[in-house]
């Protein structure tokens, strides 16, 4: 399997509209980060993980031709806001699949009423394949086993997703110990790191370190990270031999 960084960044981006801060200045690529999402390739499929702000962007930066689903790990804006842009693809391959918990598709269905609209509808709109995940239950996706897993983004109960060997987890605060045992020892595990210093909603640095520490992945990927991270080459510096600052583009291999 195959996983692309469409972004890293976290709900506004980095660079930050109007903050004039060194990491808004950095000329390297590694420190320009859009909304985070993933795109996941395996057998001719490719499915996304969220579908940013930025998901026109980031279909076009990759050239992607087709895409079989989408699963969501929450509704928050940075999330979701990107699903109008399904439309060429649905034009070419008819209703998106899309994934999430039942409170999730239902503000969906606030905010895209027009995507969902069974009468009356506006003769552009996309059109979805809802599945709604109840109880964190395991399903099959395209051949490969989906692992729900609970997490807290402060107090909002959100999706993490484990697909075979990687286990892929955003705008996490909190995971129990029986979660965590949903990924130990997985190949890969990309998890998010908003910044150095606490938050109330999402972890820093050392709390996803120490996660990373726990369930022992052969590989970690650090997401979502504010530009109050630092720059991208010296806090790479720090970290431990198996974990690595993601960043916008790059594309990993997970080991079946």
């Known amino acids: 399997m195959k996983l692309t960084f469409l972004g890293t960044g976290t709900s506004q981006g980095v660079p930050v509209i109007g903050m004039n801060t060194p990491v808004a200045r950095s000329k390297d690529k590694k420190d320009k980060r859009l909304r985070t999402s993933v795109l996941l390739s395996w057998g001719g499929v490719n499915v996304n993980i969220d579908c940013s702000p930025d998901f026109r962007q980031q279909m076009l930066r990759h050239k992607v031709q087709h895409l079989e689903a989408i699963l969501f790990t929450h509704e928050h804006a940075d999330h979701t806001a990107g699903l109008d842009d399904i439309r060429p693809f649905v034009l070419k391959q008819g209703d998106m699949p899309i994934y999430g918990l039942p409170r999730v598709i239902e503000q969906l269905r606030i905010r895209f009423a027009y995507i969902f609209a069974k009468e009356n509808r506006y003769a552009g709109a996309p059109s979805v394949k809802v ?126």
């Open 131 to 256: 599945t709604e995940i109840e109880d964190y239950t395991p399903f099959l996706l395209f051949g490969k086993k989906v692992t729900p897993i609970s997490i807290q983004h402060g107090t909002l109960p959100i999706i993490g997703y484990r697909i075979g060997n990687l286990a892929y987890i955003t705008d996490a605060k909190y995971i129990n110990e029986k979660e965590l045992s949903k990924f130990y020892k997985v190949d890969t595990l990309v998890l998010n790191a908003l910044r150095k210093a606490p938050h109330p909603t999402h972890l820093n640095l050392d709390e996803a370190l120490t996660i990373i520490r726990e369930v022992c992945p052969r590989q970690a990927f650090l997401t979502h990270m504010s530009q109050t991270m630092g720059f991208h080459a010296k806090v790479q510096k720090e970290l431990p031999s198996q974990v690595f600052l993601a960043y916008d583009n790059l594309t990993i291999k997970v080991k079946e």
